[in-house]
């Protein structure tokens, strides 16, 4: 069984910065996309930034500029590293990543816990 561990929400006041990191446990043969997400009290999920396997990265246009989205190979880990943060950028995160979790088996889509990122004024 695969599942992913996220790591790095909090508090912090208004010009803040937070990392948060993603990394999947339990076997699997390669991990291809990932991406951040992120969902406001009674709002919908909405994607935040999306990674390839290559290194190239998009954003939501609500966060060009302040948050990047990286990635570590070898250890299999995303990261989104959030700085200038603002009180609407509170939202729970979610990690995505597209696993295989064998060498012939489709992509599946596997999501994160969620990790609580709260911006006070």
């Known amino acids: 069984q695969v599942q992913l561990v996220e790591s790095g929400g909090g508090w912090v006041q208004a010009g803040g910065s937070l990392r948060l990191s993603c990394v999947p446990s339990?076997?699997?043969?390669?991990?291809?996309?990932n991406a951040w997400y992120r969902q406001a009290p009674g709002e919908q999920r909405v994607l935040v930034a999306t990674?390839?396997?290559?290194?190239?990265?998009n954003y939501a246009d609500f966060v060009k500029g302040r948050f990047t989205i990286s990635r570590d190979n070898s250890k299999n880990t995303v990261y989104l590293h959030m700085s200038s943060l603002q009180p609407d950028d509170t939202a729970v995160y979610y990690c995505?990543?597209?696993?295989?979790?064998?060498?012939?088996?489709?992509?599946?889509?596997?999501w994160g816990q969620g990790t609580q990122v709260s911006v006070s004024s």
């Open positions: 995505n990543m597209k696993i295989r979790r064998r060498q012939n088996n489709p992509l599946l889509d596997y």
């Open positions: 990674i390839n396997s290559d290194g190239a990265a």
């Open positions: 339990g076997r699997f043969f390669s991990v291809a996309g």
